[in-house]
């Protein structure tokens, strides 16, 4: 009787690993795999409105940081961003991902497709693990530039009740945001502007949100 119960234990063990393995990661696989993964150059092959705008408001700092707002230095400052992002720990309390669920659409914009997430800016994913502020795949057309600039050198100037930390270190001796602050300025208003067809979705989105 014990003998039997071993087996059986074993061979559910063994078997309901086999499944899980089947739907959860060959499965995905399979279709995932078939959709290409685009370069960051392939995404957003020109530098962003908020790049350009960083670039005239502190010409010094940018210039020390990436010289002319060039493709290149837009690629560069977006690829340090997500580094910093993930350094940082950013996603132990924002989510990347928009869930068909609750009227989350409604709040943060189009739902999340997983062909969002077949390009390097997200390898690994950042879809978060839970969320103590907003979720940020939409986070484009929320706030301008000079509200990013204060919300990182200090969020509660900007919403008075925050739990988000400052994050002084991404300025300079100046106060002026520095290469990490204009990277993560740029990235904060690039996520989810790429994804154009769903541009007017997202609008809509925005302005029931405020
Ligand atoms: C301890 C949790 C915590 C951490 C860590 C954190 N945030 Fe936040 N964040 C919040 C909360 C809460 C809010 C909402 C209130 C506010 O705007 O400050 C927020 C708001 C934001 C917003 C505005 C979103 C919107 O739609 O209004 C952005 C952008 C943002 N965070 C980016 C970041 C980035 C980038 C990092 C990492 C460098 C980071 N946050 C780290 C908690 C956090």
Same mark, same amino acid.
């Given at each position: 009787? $014990? ?27 399979? $279709?995932?795999? *078939? ?10 092959? =020109? ?21 002319? /707002? ?11 961003? *997500? ?25 943060f914009g ?19 693990? *839970? ?11 929320? $706030? ?20 988000? /930390?400052?994050? *002084?270190?991404f300025?300079? =001796?100046?106060?002026?945001?520095n ?32």
């Amino acid at each position: 009787m $014990h003998e039997r119960f071993t087996t059986v234990a074993l061979v559910a063990g063994v078997g309901c690993f086999a499944l899980a393995w089947c739907l959860e990661a060959w499965l995905p696989l399979t $279709h995932i795999g *078939r959709i290409p993964v685009k370069t960051l150059e392939e995404l957003a092959p =020109e530098p962003t409105e908020t790049f350009l705008e960083l670039a005239e408001l502190y010409p010094k700092s940018f210039k020390r940081a990436y010289g002319e /707002p060039t493709a290149d230095a837009f690629h560069d400052s977006l690829r340090h961003a *997500r580094d910093t992002y993930i350094a940082e720990g950013c996603w132990h309390c924002h989510s990347q991902f928009v869930r068909p669920v609750s009227n989350e659409d409604i709040r943060f914009g189009a739902v999340s497709t997983a062909a969002e997430y077949q390009n390097e800016m997200q390898l690994p994913q950042l879809l978060g693990t *839970r969320r103590v502020g907003p979720d940020l795949s939409r986070s484009w057309n929320k $706030h301008s530039t000079d509200w990013h600039v204060a919300h990182f050198f200090e969020p509660s100037w900007v919403v008075p009740t925050t739990v988000m /930390p400052n994050y *002084r270190w991404f300025f300079d =001796e100046n106060d002026e945001p520095n290469r990490t602050g204009i990277a993560m300025v740029t990235y904060v208003m690039w996520l989810g502007s790429w994804t154009e067809d769903w541009g007017d979705e997202i609008d809509e989105a925005g302005e029931n949100d405020s």
